[in-house]
Each structure stands twice: as C-alpha cells, then as structure tokens.
C-alpha cells in the first residue's frame, strides 16, 4: 500500500500487512466505473445539497472538482492509483486530497455498498448498448446473406445426416433469429436492472433525511429500488446477463461449428477468406478456420463465468459480503468476449464465399427428397404412415440397387411400392421443388424465407421496451 488510507483506517491502531491489503484491492477491475462513480457522486452531491445536508458551497466545491477528476482521468492527466483499494475510495481521496473538509462530506448517507451497486448499474445501462448494436449489426450481416443466397439450395441435418433440403438464406435467417433474441434478452436485463440503488446505504437506508427519489431521477433511472436490503445484496442483474451473454456466445459456438463443419474438404460449402483464415506451420497446404474455432472455444468462457456468478452468490447471507466484488471481473470478462466475438463473427461470414455447386450436389444422394416422396403420396389420399413405409421401402429398393435418389427408379418400380406414384412424381422431388413447395410459416421455400428476412430486418431496427 502506498500513503493512500483507507477509507475505515479510523478504527484501526494498525496499518493494514501490505500483501493483505492488495489482496482485497478491486482497483485494478473496478477503475473501469470511474466516470460512473463520479456521476453518482455528483447527483448525491445535489442531493445533499437539496435536504440541506451540505452547505451551498461545499456542494459547488465538490461538483467541480468530480467534474475536474473526471476530465483530468478522460484526458489521461489524472491516473488511478493502483495502490487504492478501489475507485470509491481512490475519487474520495483525491476529493479530500484536492478540498480538504469538503471532500470528506461526500459521503454522508451512503455506502460503498450502494455506491458500487449503482455504479455497476450506470455502467451497464452505458455500456450494454454498444453491445446490443454489435449483435444487431451481425444480424444484418448475417440478412444480407440470407438474401444475396434466398435460392442456393443444400441440405438441411438433423443428427448432421442429410434431411430435408432447404436453402443457405433460410439456414442463415435461422442463425439470425437467435442472435436476434439474444439482443432482447440484453435489453430486457437493463429494463429491469434501471432500478437506483444509491441511498440504500449499507443495508438499511438512512437516517439522514435523502431523497432518493430525485437522485433516481437525476440518474436516469425509472425509479428507486424498492428494499435498501435488496439493493446491496443483490446481483441478480449479474446474473441475468452473464446468462444473456453466455447464451449469445453460445449461439455463436454453433454457427462457427456449422462453419468448420462447411470449410471441411468433406463439405466444401464455404471459402473463408485469406483474410480470416490461417495457415499451419508444418502442413504447407492448410487454410485453417481458426476464428471460428476461437469463437466457439470462447463459449466456454462465458459458461465458466456464468458458473462462478451463479457459485459466488449462492448461499450468501444477506446483505453485502465482500464475495459480491469477484462479480465485475467476471462479468466484464462475459460482456467484452461477446462483444469481440461478435465483431470478428460478422468480420469472417461477412468475407466468405459459398460455393453453392457444392451446396447443391450434395441434395443429391441422402435421399433427402424422401419426405417429399411420402408427402406426395398423402396428397393422393394415403395415410401418412402408410405413406412412410411406402416411401422406406422404395429408398431401401434405391440402397439395394446402388441408386442415390428416389427419382432413379423407374415409374414402375416405384408403383411396385405405391399405385399411386405417377410420372408427375419425379418434377416434385427436384430438391428446388422440395424447397419450393415448403411455404408453410417459417418453412423454407425461398420466398417465404424472404418474408421471415424481412421481418428480422424491421425487428432488428427495433429497441424492445
Ligand atoms: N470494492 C467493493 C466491491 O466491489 C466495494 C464495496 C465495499 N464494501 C464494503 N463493505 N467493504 O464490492
């Protein structure tokens, strides 16, 4: 420690042992709230001021100079002394360093422990934003592709087995649709996280007369947090969205595993670009999708820190524990590892090329127009079960044969399975006609999968209340 004090050392006969005291230093996690630590402060400044708490000028006094501090950090001036033991107590002491008596008046009626709660909370309300249009700018990206590949038809898996065909711009507007929740649920966690906990004190409120009310106001928050307990003690904003986070992250995970999948020699579906590919050391023929594996690797981040959020709280008794000041760094770490992946994400798909020859070929063969077959012969008036069995056995026919396709059998054979098969049969198992004639809501046929684009695009432009 260097000649900072802490903010408690009145009680103490003793300095603090100095590895101990670093031990539970937070400064170099939480420096990241300065600015939000400063406008807290400044609205509880006002406030004070208002109940008559502080006189005229020690208020003016204080607003200027948090204004200063906050300048002089913008501006790199000032720097945060890592020694302090976090950012409350590192502007309390350059506010009492700089104004004497003055600065020691900031404080009155709070805690750090609402003081860090709202701090967290105008950083996120801050913050979180950015993100969200992150997520929205790669729902575009990902739109603009579906759109430009509406028509390039490849198989769709289940059990990574060929199914049923669909296109590349329904798979991609797939994709879109959970990205686009993930946006949602970031926007809900803030609607609810606006609550002002400052005022909350340690635990209980205050005697002092504050009115906490204006300080919401002031802050930009809908309203005053309904239990001063509540306030200090709980994290379930954290919580919330590292959940959102390590949801988003997740999503990306598999839409990067369907990218290695696709860059596959075996696939060949996708060319990533030079630009975001990368070469072995050793093997001189690699063209390696190591963003896409560093995207998927980094869920495993998020989850962890979801676990270590969700294991921090639980079972703590009420109210504040000093265990609560492990949840920025976790949460921190959750939010810029989304936020970086989603950049590179669109960086990499937003560069890639498809190779739509490939794409097509391989709805030939898996015999993925099987359903189709079945479904022609309900049109005809058979049961839909008979209509599957009907259907196996002509595939299983196609195996015995060495044939790839429904369609390589000739009418006869096929009638040999069902009468109802007619010459009109073999124009309806084109895997185009397959996915044509998917039209169903949120089916696949290329028109329709316009309409789904489109409305992702007006919900995208869209900030949820
Ligand atoms: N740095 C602390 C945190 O992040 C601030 C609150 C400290 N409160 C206390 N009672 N020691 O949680």
Redesign the pocket.
Known sequence: MSETTALWSGRFAEKPETQAFAFQS?ITV?KRLAQDDIRGSRVHVAMLEKQGLIPPETAAALDKELLAIAEELENGSLHIDPSA??I?SFIEGELTRRLGDAGRAVHAGR???D??AVDFRLYLKRTIPALCDETRETVIVLLDKAEQYAEAIMPGYTHLQRAQPVTLGFHLAAWACGLKRDRERFFDALNRLDECPLGAG?LAGSGLPLDRATTAKRLGFKRPTLNAMDSVADRDFVLELASAAAITQTHLSRFCEDIVIWASEEFKFIDLSEKWSTGSSIMPQKKNPDFAELIRGKAGRTTGNLVALLTLVKGLPYA?N?D??ED?ESLFDSLDTVALCLRMFRGMIGSAAFNTERMADACCGGFLEATDAADYLVRKGLPFRKAHEATALVVRDCIDAGQRRVVDRTLEQLKERSPLFDADVYDMLAPLACVRARKTLGGAAPDEARRQIAELRKDIENVPS
């Open positions: 937070s939480d033991e976090d409350h805690s750090r422990n003081q860090v340690a504040y000093k609560l000041q920025k």
